[in-house]
T-cell receptor, first 120, second 115 residues
Framework: AQKITQTQPGMFVQEKEAVTLDCTYD???????LFWYKQPSSGEMIFLIY??????QNATEGRYSLNFQKARKSANLVISASQLGDSAMYFC?????????????????FGRGTQLTVWP | GAGVSQTPSNKVTEKGKYVELRCDPI?????LYWYRQSLGQGPEFLIY????????DSGLPNDRFFAVRPEGSVSTLKIQRTERGDSAVYLC?????????????FGEGSWLTVV
């Protein structure tokens, strides 16, 4: 069975600093996808970044990068130059199917989330 | 709008009543998902449709929960004989068909409170 673990219930970072949100996962699937979503107080889940298990390089999207360590089964999110608007709940998630392998994504398995607070 | 639309945004109902939650996915998206998010938890998968058919309904907690997508677009999640434990945010999401390289896009959710 797939499982996502986020061990940090809350994190605090000063504006303009970098922060790392931890995520470990467990799966027996030979290939899989890893995602990070941001959920502000409005409730909408906003897609941030994706990493396929077979990707050789770590994914980056603007200020977001994913530190993927396959042997450790970790997929930590790094946010550089934090902004006040980054304050939100962040969820790590996993799919059994890497979505760019030509098949529909299927279900996602989510962690419990990390509440990030950015202070001035 | 261009995003996933869910109605109602808030629903308060009495224990034992029947509830319907509606989801209008992004136009052209063939896959549609329902998740449930309880307070302090991550979203939990309920069911996913590929077109009109349920491709995976293994997350539905019991037979009080049912979902339909008769024309492959709008979906309705139906909850019979609601219980207080059903109180949660019900999130709908959609994604394009295979090969597009896009992820799942979520709506803002329907907050259900059973009193």
């Amino acid at each position: 069975a797939q499982k996502i673990t986020q061990t940090q219930p809350g994190m605090f970072v000063q504006e303009k600093e970098a922060v790392t949100l931890d995520c470990t996962y467990d799966t027996s699937d030979p290939s899989y996808g890893l995602f990070w979503y941001k959920q502000p107080s409005s409730g909408e889940m906003i897609f941030l970044i994706y990493q396929g298990s077979y990707d050789q390089q770590n994914a980056t999207e603007g200020r977001y990068s994913l530190n993927f360590q396959k042997a450790r089964k970790s997929a930590n999110l790094v946010i550089s130059a934090s902004q006040l608007g980054d304050s939100a709940m962040y969820f790590c998630a996993m799919s059994s199917v890497p979505y760019d392998r030509g098949s529909t994504l299927g279900r996602l398995y989510f962690g419990r989330g990390t509440q990030l607070t950015v202070w001035p | 709008g261009a995003g996933v639309s869910q109605t109602p945004s808030n629903k308060v109902t009495e224990k034992g009543k029947y509830v319907e939650l509606r989801c209008d996915p992004i136009s052209g998206h063939t896959a549609l998902y329902w998740y449930r998010q309880s307070l302090g938890q991550g979203p939990e998968f309920l069911i996913y449709f590929q077109g009109t058919g349920a491709a995976d309904d293994s997350g539905l907690p019991n037979d009080r929960f049912f979902a339909v997508r008769p024309e492959g677009s709008v979906s309705t999640l139906k909850i019979q004989r609601t219980e207080r434990g059903d109180s949660a945010v019900y999130l709908c999401a959609s994604s394009p068909d295979s090969g597009s390289g896009n992820t799942i896009y979520f709506g803002e959710g329907s907050w259900l409170t059973v009193v």
